[in-house]
């Protein structure tokens, strides 16, 4: 098929993928060539479909550059006479009233923003009894393990409850694995780590100390770097409430996989407006259950049954 087309110039064809583009902003390249070909018969170059996506995004969402000058705040740092943007924090008033009543059990992790830069968005995520989760804090800095992310964790921590740092089983699992390239042992350090009897738990890291005997580094230094109540469920005295993975913060990420090719104060104003349709439902269901006469929490409610 041609490649040149006299009437199906860069806006004509932006006209056409608007509505994909607003509806699934990650659509791929190759998604939307397909369709200007089932549409025209005639087949779009990558580089002009890529392009012509690049002017609907901008056209829905805005500037990427000018989206950084839409967040108020000292959130950059002044370079050359020029103020760079280096981190935002943010949160809001109903999450951190609700945090009050959710246990004291926060999960933190990160996601990347793509798109014309690439940042961290950080996320940090809390459950009521009830099992609803919610999202109490968010930030965008360079990376995961910058000073930032140790100020978010160190914010959450300016509490009069003790907190601790405990660890996911899934990325220990991910790094023992890296290190042994075993998938047998790997399988058995997440198997230690779900045990909640003590004796069990020893009886298994004894088996795998010795099946691992000559291995560099030893079993005992590699599991040196932690505490066991960091990361096995009988030493952890409760305070996991179950969790060993981060599987709550993790689907807080999954709900926003389409915002994060987005200029950064759409990012921001898509989780206000999540929160804003979150919040309502979740209180109008706690007070149906008050105005029931509910005392306990579901699951307490169901095993009195």
């Known amino acids: 098929m041609s490649q040149d087309h006299q009437k199906l110039d860069a806006k004509s064809i932006c006209n056409c993928i608007m509505p994909l583009v607003k ?40 500037d ?17 006479g020029r103020r760079v943007f280096r981190r935002l924090f943010w949160t809001f008033d109903p999450c951190v009233k609700a945090f009050s009543h959710c246990k004291p059990l926060v999960q933190v992790d990160g996601t990347w923003l793509y798109g014309k830069y690439t940042q961290i968005l950080l996320i940090a995520v809390a459950q009521d009894s009830n099992g609803n989760v919610l999202p109490i804090a968010f930030a965008i800095m360079e990376s995961e393990n910058s000073k930032s992310s140790k100020g978010l964790v ?12 405990i ?14 390239k075993n998938k047998d042992w790997r399988k058995r350090i997440v198997n ?18 010795t ?36 599987n709550l913060v993790e689907a807080i ?34 007070v149906k259950q008050l105005e029931a006469g509910h005392v306990y929490v579901e699951k307490i409610r169901d095993a009195m049954k």
């Open 154 to 165: 160190a914010a959450i921590r300016q509490s009069e409850v003790p907190w601790r740092s």
């Open 23 to 62: 509806e699934n902003p990650i659509i791929p390249v190759s998604t939307l060539i397909a369709d200007m070909q089932a549409q025209f018969q005639y087949r779009v170059s990558y580089r002009k479909a890529w392009l012509v996506k690049q002017m609907a995004m901008q056209q829905l969402y805005g």
């Open 192 to 209: 230690m780590g779900y045990k909640l009897e003590a004796h069990r738990f020893r009886h298994k890291l004894a088996r795998l100390e």
């Open 64 to 80: 990427w550059d000018e989206s950084y000058n839409e967040l108020q705040g000292p959130n950059g740092q002044l370079e050359l």
């Open 211 to 246: 099946d691992m005997a000559g291995s560099n580094p030893p079993l005992r230094q590699w599991l040196g770097s932690m505490e066991p109540w960091q990361w096995a469920q009988c030493f952890d005295e409760g305070y996991r409430y179950g969790q060993m993975t981060t």
């Open 253 to 286: 990420n999954s709900i926003l996989r389409h915002t994060r090719h987005l200029p950064i104060s759409v990012v921001f104003s898509a989780i206000f407006s999540r929160l804003t349709t979150l919040m309502p439902k979740m209180g109008l269901k706690q």
């Open 167 to 180: 660890y996911c089983i899934r990325h220990i699992a991910a790094n023992f694995h890296n290190q042994y």
